[in-house]
């Protein structure tokens, strides 16, 4: 990212520049197949490549992980780190694409701005906006799109339905659940066709334009990732070799399918043009406690013998006593409703959970001046809290196997020193997963008590 940034201060871009982007990209994976020779197109990238490894900000996952990239900084710097955002003046747990989050400008747009030519399709979690000078292509085949597809100017998105229309997996991996082989190819086979639909649509817009720089992302392994992970991880309890062998190893495929796309890119750009590649964070078999985590924080905040929350009342009551086949109609109002249950409840906690993605729990510390029902002062009775949650956090520890749950707790605040670091939960709780049995149903504290989920 640095090398353009580097090159609009000195005012010019020597060459066309090439930038591939892949969302849940896993970098041993994708070196074993090159060693393999799977991958022709990136190992011939990578023989004459400048490497450069990457580590995401702790406890953080792959929102943040994009926008950081998009901008060169830390999410202290842009405040998006999920999907989903804390409301500190309602409490409420919104997307954040329905959040006034700080208006941040990437790497593209100051190009854009000192005259050069650029092109972005679909990087993931991307701040949408026109484009002086060139085009931009937002939520379009991409991974778990929160918004339509966004294309700058409007009349391109008449050339993009021309490649790919009626996109039935649009709403990413889990817009519905997938039981039988048969389901498994389709799905399979509709993922190819989105990255052959990317791919013309870049070869069509490179053939129409002299471009400075061109980017395209895939974040299809991101997708494929979430459903056929376990057929690549031998370990993995659900690890099955016939059914991998019949699928063709669905996740090596996919790589394969983006090694063909970007040769074809990269052949219709020409000879004169500089290349990169950036890809993750990558794809890790589930190990996560983050359904306990708000149980455990309630102990340490209110203790153990403290009354269940009407939350918690209301999600037992609508598990044990409605039938499921009644449950999935009205999901969405029960959710409403339970949040709405556990706002009533965080006024007047210290600290409680925030929705993350699963490698990590997150915290919000319910801070004077900073929240709107803010209990916790700045300064020494904060930090002093933090400790008191750090230590607390430790205690716990799968029943079943009797290993510690949480590995390390991360504060932001001692991580990061950026503008918008309060708009990012205050902790992220890294789980041990080391743990591979993966149940965590039975947590236990000496402190805390014991409690089943």
């Known amino acids: ?153 409007p009349t391109l998105s008449e050339k993009g339905k021309a490649y790919f229309t009626g996109d039935t997996i649009g709403g990413g ?49 991101h997708d494929i990732g979430h459903y056929f992970y376990y057929l690549e991880d031998e370990n993995h309890e659900l690890y099955d070799a016939d059914l991998a062998e019949r699928l063709r190893n669905p996740l090596r495929q996919t790589y394969r399918e983006q090694d063909r796309a970007v040769a074809r890119i990269i052949e219709q750009a020409g000879p004169d043009v500089n290349i990169f590649v950036f890809g993750g964070p990558g794809m890790e078999t589930l190990i996560s406690a983050n359904n306990a985590l708000e149980e455990m924080l309630r102990r340490i905040d209110l203790g153990v013998g403290a009354p269940v929350s009407t939350a918690e009342v209301a999600k037992n009551t609508y598990r044990n006593f409605l039938p499921q086949s009644i449950r999935r109609g009205i999901a969405p109002f029960a959710r409403k409703v339970r949040q709405r249950f556990a706002n009533s409840e965080y006024l007047r906690r210290r600290f409680f959970s925030v929705p993350h993605n699963d490698n990590a729990g997150a915290i919000r510390i319910n801070v004077k001046g900073r929240e709107k029902y803010g209990i916790v002062a700045k300064g020494q009775e904060y930090d002093a809290l933090v400790e008191e949650i750090t230590t607390a956090l430790t205690t716990f520890r799968n029943a079943e196997t009797g290993r510690p749950l949480v590995k390390k707790v991360v504060s932001i605040h001692r991580e990061f020193n950026g503008p918008y670091r309060d708009i990012l939960p205050d902790l992220f709780v890294e789980w041990d997963r080391t743990d591979t049995t993966r149940d965590f149903r039975k947590i236990v504290s000496d402190e805390y008590g014991e409690f089943t989920l």
């Open 1 to 153: 990212m640095c090398i353009f940034r580097a090159s609009v201060g000195g005012g010019l871009m020597s060459a066309r520049n090439l930038f591939f982007g892949f969302d849940g990209s896993n970098t041993a994976l994708v070196d074993q197949m090159i060693a393999d020779g799977e991958l022709p197109t990136f190992k011939k990238i990578r023989d004459t490549a400048s490497i450069h490894a990457i580590e995401n900000d702790p406890g953080m996952g792959a929102g943040q992980f994009w926008s950081s990239a998009s901008i060169g900084a830390d999410p202290s710097f842009h405040g998006r780190y999920f999907y989903l955002q804390f409301n500190p003046s309602t409490y409420d747990i919104v997307p954040n694409h329905e959040t006034k989050l700080p208006d941040v400008t990437p790497f593209w747009h100051t190009l854009d701005e000192a005259g050069y030519k650029v092109a972005v399709v679909d990087w993931h979690r991307m701040y949408a906006k026109p484009l002086k000078n060139g085009i931009l292509v937002d939520n379009w085949l991409g991974h778990d799109p929160l918004t339509d597809t966004q294309w700058f100017p």
């Open 173 to 221: 991996f889990a817009a519905r659940h997938r039981h039988t082989e048969e389901d498994f190819q389709e799905y399979l086979t509709r993922t190819f066709k989105r990255i052959e639909a990317k791919t013309d649509f870049c070869v069509e817009q490179i053939a129409s334009d002299n471009w400075d720089l061109f980017v395209a992302c895939y974040s299809d392994t």
